[in-house]
């Protein structure tokens, strides 16, 4: 098969974690015979420097081509201070929306041998297996109007959170579908209390709901799953919820998982007219610039990300299944980076891709 692939490293530990990614997709393909065409692109601070833009039309062009998107990370300290505009952040938002990949599939799993990288017992986190859909184009991340402004002599802030039906519906959707293949829960996440926005979805989750009788359908409000998730994280299947909600749980899911490095994320959109689902793959975590240039970077994240590449975008489910278990062989080893807290010496960002390859064999 063909694998037409854009790779955008981005800022800090991005490239490093990318460049291992790559290499185990190399590796498959290389083992399975697939046909392997990476493309380079710029996303982010290294895209604001050399071209002055965080997304440049040049990577929307690779990207809008690509058949998927294998993306590091973005973010970098020396732009902390410029408006939102100006960020690096805002070539992620402008690659989703470009890409209209609405659905953000994060998957969160307690491994056996990890437990003990938790901070939490392991009673409590032992069997925890998650799947978050994260809304992913739209929300208070692009809702109009927005901005700083004076009014009445005083510095006012405007965000705004604006979702349409058809953005709320197809997202939960997906959810449902995915829970289908799962272990038939969804839970439904917001701030119905409080919230119009949450009010209107709560609503169209309960009339989706009909269209999938076999699945079991809770609402959950945001704070109280946030404590759950720390409390009964076995309770939960696929959660599903709006776009800054999930962003901040699928952070706090990731102490499940012994280390933010451990969780991958596949966002997908409806599929193309040919059949295909050009996603984009990135590992959840950010550019984390205070361990960048270190060695230190944990890849599992981005290396699961590029498994589930190969698994939406290409249909290839035995390869990606293979590097799934190539990375549970590599953490039951205990060669892993310094955030799991190996009892050892930590290896290294490239010593993990190499046992990752290895263990594919
Ligand atoms: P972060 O995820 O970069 O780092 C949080 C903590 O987790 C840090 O202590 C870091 O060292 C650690 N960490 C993260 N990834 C790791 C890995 N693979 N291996 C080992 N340890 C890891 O979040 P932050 O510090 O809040 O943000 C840093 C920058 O990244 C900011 O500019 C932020 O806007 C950006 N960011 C980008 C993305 C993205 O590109 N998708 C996501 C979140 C944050």
């Known amino acids: 098969m063909k694998l037409n692939i854009l790779v955008l490293p981005g800022d800090g530990i991005g490239p490093e974690v990318t460049s291992e990614a790559v290499r185990v997709l190399e590796h498959v393909s290389a083992k399975w015979g697939h046909e392997l065409n990476l493309t380079d692109g710029l996303l982010g601070g290294i895209a604001i420097h050399k071209t002055g833009s965080p997304f440049p039309a040049d ?119 995915l829970a289908q293949g799962r272990r038939k829960h969804l839970t439904s996440v917001d701030k119905a209390n409080v919230l119009e926005n949450s ?58 998982a012994g280390s933010i490095g451990m969780l991958p994320s596949a966002s997908i959109g409806d599929p193309l007219p040919s059949g295909a689902w050009r996603g984009l793959y990135e590992p959840v975590h950010g550019s984390a610039p205070d361990i960048a240039g270190q060695k230190k970077a944990n890849p599992l994240a981005a290396i699961g990300s590029a498994a589930a590449m190969l698994n939406y975008s290409f249909g290839l489910k035995e390869e990606a299944a293979e590097i799934e278990a190539a990375m549970q062989t590599v953490m039951t080893s205990g060669k892993v ?14 010593e993990v891709g190499k046992a990752v390859c290895a263990a594919i064999g």
């Not at 979805?201 to 409000?221: C, G, M, S, T």
């Open 337 to 350: 980076t310094a955030d799991l807290r190996p009892k050892g010496t930590p290896a290294t960002t490239e």
């Open 59 to 177: 990577t929307r062009e690779k990207a809008l081509a690509a058949d998927a998107t294998l993306l590091g990370a973005v973010g970098s300290p020396e732009f902390d201070d410029l408006p939102p505009a100006q960020r690096p952040e805002k070539g992620l938002l402008g690659i989703r929306k470009a890409l209209d990949v609405f659905a953000n599939l994060r998957p969160v799993q307690a491994f056996e041998s990890l437990l003990d990288s938790s901070p939490l017992k392991n009673e409590i986190v032992r069997g925890a297996d998650i799947l978050i859909v994260r809304e992913l184009t739209g929300g208070l991340y692009f809702g109009q109007p927005r901005g700083i402004e004076m009014v009445d002599g005083e510095e006012t802030v405007t965000n705004s959170m604006v979702y349409k039906r058809s953005e709320i519906e197809r997202v939960l959707r997906m959810a449902f579908k």
């Open 199 to 256: 009010q209107l979805w709560r609503k169209i989750a309960n009339e989706i709901a009909l269209e999938f009788p076999d699945v079991k359908l809770e609402h959950v409000l945001v704070d109280n799953c946030a404590m759950q998730l720390i409390l009964r994280p076995t309770s939960f299947d696929v959660i599903v919820t709006e776009n800054l909600f999930g962003d901040i749980l699928s952070d706090e899911a990731s102490v499940l």
